[in-house]
Nanobody, 126 residues
């Protein structure tokens, strides 16, 4: 059993910053990739950032490129999402997810992820 627990969400003014964390616990095999997704109110869940096992390769949605940074600390089993220059349209529930890579990392494919956290709310006021 593998669990993912996000933290760090909250209310922030536009232009502000937040850092989300996600801790992986349980019997996770090494070599997994991690991703961050978000689900705005009334919309579908969307990919925003992904990172491979080594941390050497990262992926971003165009909507967050240059503002958000994903990173990971494998000894701590933790992935981070640093969010800067936040906008009201970034308001959403943010989820982290774990993917056991089979062949290649399908960073933006929700169906390819094996485990999900419960989500953390981020609200950006104007």
């Amino acid at each position: 059993q593998v669990q993912l627990v996000e933290s760090g969400g909250g209310l922030v003014q536009g232009g502000g910053s937040l850092r989300l964390s996600c801790v992986v616990s349980g019997r996770a095999r090494s070599g997994y990739a991690l991703g961050w997704f978000r689900q705005p109110p009334g919309k579908e869940r969307e990919f925003i950032a992904g990172i491979d096992w080594s941390g050497g390769t990262t992926y971003y949605a165009d909507s967050v490129k240059g503002r958000f940074t994903i990173s990971r600390d494998n000894p701590k089993n933790t992935v981070y999402l640093q969010m800067n220059s936040l906008k009201p349209e970034d308001t959403a529930v943010y989820y982290c997810a774990l993917q056991y890579v089979r062949g290649y990392y399908r960073n933006d494919d929700l169906q390819a992820y094996d485990y999900w956290g419960q989500g953390t709310q981020v609200t950006v006021s104007s």
